[in-house]
Structure formats: C-alpha cells, structure tokens
T-cell receptor, first 116, second 110 residues
C-alpha cells in the first residue's frame, strides 16, 4: 500500500496524558499536512510542512500541540496534557509541491483520539 | 467565518438517478477545488477536482461544475449507486492549504 499511513488508528487516553501520532506520507510527496476533524464538521487545518520545514501553523494549534518532520519524511504530532476537547480524528495528508501535479492532497485514514 | 459552505446537510436519492451536491465559497483567491468522499472512521478519499480556470471536469460517473461568477460548484453523480452513500466534502485550495465545507451526507437507496 503506497498511500498515506497513520498510526495508531485509535487512541484512548486519560486527561492530562501525552499522546503522539505518526504519519508516513506518500513517498515522493514533499508536502505534509495535519488536519483535525470533529463530529459534524469538515477537516480543519492545523499545520503543514514543506520537506522538514514547518511553514504554517493554525491558531487551532495551541502550545500543547507540536508537530515535527525531522528528516522530511514521516511526521509526528504530539499533544501534551490532553484535554477532553482534544477528542477528534487527526488526519494526515500529503501532496507534491503545488503545481500541475501537486494540487491534489491525499489523506490517510486518520487517528481517532478519545480523551476520558 | 465559513469560507466554504455546503448548505445541504443531507441528500437522499434513488439508485440510478442523478445526485447533485452543491458548494458555495466566498474567497475569490481560491484557485483549485476538490471533492472528497468520506466513510465513518476513515479519512477523506479524493474523488475529483477542478482548476479555477475551467468550468467543468468529468471522470466517469462524476462531473464537477464550477461557476466562478457565482462562487459556486457542484458535483454530479450519475447514475447514483448505493455504494455512493457517504459524506461528501467540498474543499477549496488557497494559501497553500485546503478549506473544507461541513459536508453533505448522501444516501442512495436501492
């Protein structure tokens, strides 16, 4: 399977614990995105990387959230001191650099987070 | 401020008929539009897209129409099949990222 891969697919954690999600993008894609989706809403942008550089962060990404893409390949999204409001599906996506072949963004299957 | 709107939360269609899903946007800087299909507990699956310089793109049973002057796009599925039942998201690309609508749940009944 050469699509975007995310793990774990499901995570249940107690409030106050830290969680980390991993994303492996499509191999030739240099852009990597993180989105969050809650029930009844469309995916909301969190942040994106061009290779290893994090180029933009949404205001939704509080100080408790940190994302990295250390070698320009896989990425991690860490949430510290989780709160119940962090319960959502975290979606990773990747694409080529925007252009004739890079306008389509492909999503992984998502990582469900439930904070209890 | 909802820049991409899907005003119909749900749509029911009979198998074999046409499904038309609508999307409106407010930002004229969007240069690319995409439709995604989503099943519960899965990530969005890319369906079809259209550049802002075109007004129609077709791929099999799926056709997307773009009316730039009205800032409106629509997805036509014909003929509709029960397997098309899912939530459909319209997304607009601008400023290096996608902005999504809230989705329309399509139910195709046999």
């Amino acid at each position: 399977d050469t699509g975007v891969s995310q793990n774990p697919r499901h995570k249940i954690t107690k409030r106050g614990q830290n969680v980390t999600f991993r994303c492996d993008p499509i191999s030739e894609h240099n852009r990597l995105y993180w989105y969050r989706q809650t029930l009844g809403q469309g995916p909301e942008f969190l942040t994106y990387f061009q290779n290893e550089a994090q180029l933009e962060k949404s205001r939704l990404l509080s100080d408790r959230f940190s994302a990295e893409r250390p070698k320009g390949s896989f990425s991690t999204l860490e949430i510290q001191r989780t709160e119940q409001g962090d319960s959502a599906m975290y979606l990773c996506a990747s694409s080529l650099t925007p252009g004739p072949r890079g306008n389509t963004i492909y999503f992984g299957e998502g990582s469900w987070l439930t904070v209890v | 401020d909802q820049q991409v709107k899907q005003n119909s939360p749900s749509l029911s269609v009979q198998e074999g008929r046409i499904s038309i899903l609508n999307c409106d946007y407010t930002n004229s800087m969007f240069d690319y539009f995409l439709w995604y299909k989503k099943y519960p507990a899965e990530g969005p699956t890319f369906l079809i897209s259209i550049s802002s310089i075109k007004d129609k793109n077709e791929d099999g049973r799926f056709t997307v129409f773009l009316n730039k002057s009205a800032k409106h796009l629509s997805l036509h599925i014909v003929p509709s099949q029960p397997g098309d039942s899912a939530v459909y998201f319209c997304a607009a690309k601008g400023f290096q990222k996608l902005v999504f609508g809230t989705g329309t749940r399509l139910l195709v009944s046999p």
